[in-house]
């Protein structure tokens, strides 16, 4: 008895909030979900439904927003910091060095895209290093170091719980 309620209670709180999503909200997490889908591991696995969670669980896919005393920026809520660490890993995203920081904190808050393609090449970079390391779980490794190490379980669940949400938004052809 105790799980029907519960799903139920699960059932009810995804379609209040997959009701009350902005237009907006919708286009950002659909930009997330299509760059997570051709997003490709080195095992072939891509992340639609984590990008757009992280998007979710980060932000409520808002676009104008900054989180941990303004260092973390956008609908993924990226820091410049991170940004220029990887931008001296990966070779297709060198280009960001000739940026300084303002144009960075600026194409984070405003550019959806760009946002969800940072974060993708983020958790590609953390799942890749995740395999290459034999670590058990590697989808759950890329997306709990995102927020915080190889082993962020609580964060985890509350990524998985906003996937609940969209792949009911798929589902539904939302997204």
């Known amino acids: 008895m105790k799980k029907f309620l519960l799903s139920l209670?699960?059932?009810?709180v995804l379609s209040v909030s997959a009701s009350a999503l902005t237009n907006e909200?919708?286009?950002?997490?659909?930009?997330a979900y299509s760059m997570g889908?051709?997003?490709?591991?080195?095992?072939?696995?891509?992340?639609?439904?984590?990008?757009?969670?992280?998007?979710?669980t980060?932000?409520?896919?808002?676009?104008?927003?900054?989180?941990?005393?303004?260092?973390?920026?956008?609908p993924m809520q990226l820091q410049v910091k991170t940004i220029r660490w990887m931008s001296k890993k990966i070779p297709?995203?060198?280009?960001?060095?000739?940026?300084?920081?303002?144009q960075i904190k600026n194409y984070l808050v405003s550019n959806v895209l760009f946002s969800s393609m940072l974060a993708a090449y983020y958790v590609k970079m953390n799942?890749?290093?995740?395999?290459?390391?034999?670590?058990?779980?590697?989808?759950?490794?890329?997306?709990s170091k995102y927020?915080?190490?190889?082993n962020n379980k609580v964060y985890y669940k509350r990524v998985k719980r906003n996937m609940k949400l969209v792949k009911k938004l798929v589902a539904e052809g939302k997204i």
């Open 37 to 56: 889908k051709i997003t490709t591991a080195a095992d072939g696995e891509t992340f639609e439904y984590a990008l757009a969670s992280i998007m979710m």
């Open 92 to 102: 297709s995203i060198s280009w960001l060095k000739t940026l300084n920081d303002k």
């Open 9 to 12: 209670f699960i059932t009810l």
């Open 147 to 150: 927020n915080g190490g190889w």
């Open 58 to 74: 980060e932000s409520s896919a808002r676009t104008h927003i900054d989180g941990d005393d303004g260092k973390s920026l956008g």
């Open 127 to 143: 799942y890749n290093r995740a395999l290459k390391l034999h670590l058990s779980n590697p989808y759950f490794r890329a997306i």
């Open 25 to 31: 909200q919708l286009q950002n997490i659909k930009v």
